[in-house]
């Protein structure tokens, strides 16, 4: 594809629920990043995959969030029993193959506000 | 763990002025190290990037950045800004640490530039 393409652009949701964001990360890429990115801040990582697999998930603030990427394209990233301060930008990122000093090519970004 | 300072939040300059954006990052290792820029309304792209060789990097659109080692500094410069420059600036930086994969951000310089 053209670039990185995340769906919805904007998600409002009320505390408590369940919230699905989706990345489509550039054709061929192999490593895809979620970041998020709080008013004020610079982005924060969340986690990176290679492939199918989460290479590194340190980043994933507590056990609501999980992310998944089935067949190593597209990624979910999933927040169960939605709070307030889960209120943010997500960030979806690829790279060609993951290694260092490889530009990471950023979408557009998920607004979720939790109500 | 890496961290990113950025000492200046806002900046306001008048066309055709000098930039200079700080940046400082903590860890001492072998790092890479990018300038981003978000100009409003748009994704993250990348403007340059370090990772070996000339400490000075040129970039797109005028953009040069000094890898400075023994100041653990990577400062961008552009002589004469331009109105289309209003943007916000991220610096980031990746280690060895977690493999160069993901980035670690400074918090953000936003810029706006008078006609």
């Known amino acids: 594809g053209a670039g990185v393409s995340q769906t919805p652009s904007n998600k409002v949701t009320e505390k408590g629920k369940y919230v699905e964001l989706r990345c489509d990360p550039i054709?061929?890429?192999?490593?895809l990043y979620w970041y998020r990115q709080s008013l004020g801040q610079g982005p924060e990582f969340l986690i990176y995959f290679q492939g199918t697999g989460a290479a590194d998930d340190s980043g994933l603030p507590n056990d609501r969030f999980f992310a998944v990427r089935p067949e190593g394209s597209v990624s979910t990233l999933k927040i169960q029993r939605t709070e307030r301060g889960d209120s943010a930008v997500y960030l979806c990122a690829s790279s060609s193959s993951g290694t260092g000093g490889e530009t990471q090519y950023f979408g557009p970004g998920t607004r979720l506000l939790v109500l | 763990a890496q961290s990113v300072s950025q000492h200046n939040h806002h900046v306001i300059l008048s066309e055709a002025a000098s930039l200079e954006l700080g940046c400082n990052y903590s860890?001492?290792?072998?790092?890479?190290l990018f300038w981003y820029v978000q100009y409003p309304g748009q994704h993250l792209q990348l403007l340059l990037k370090y990772f070996s060789g000339d400490p000075l990097v040129k970039g797109i659109k005028g953009f040069e950045a000094e890898f400075i080692k023994s100041k653990f500094s990577f400062n961008l410069r552009k002589p004469s800004v331009q109105w289309s420059d209003t943007a916000e600036y991220f610096c980031a930086v990746n280690d060895r640490n977690t493999g160069f994969q993901k980035l670690v951000f400074g918090t953000g310089t936003r810029l706006l530039v008078s006609p």
């Open positions: 860890y001492g290792g072998t790092v890479n």
């Open positions: 054709s061929g890429h192999t490593a």
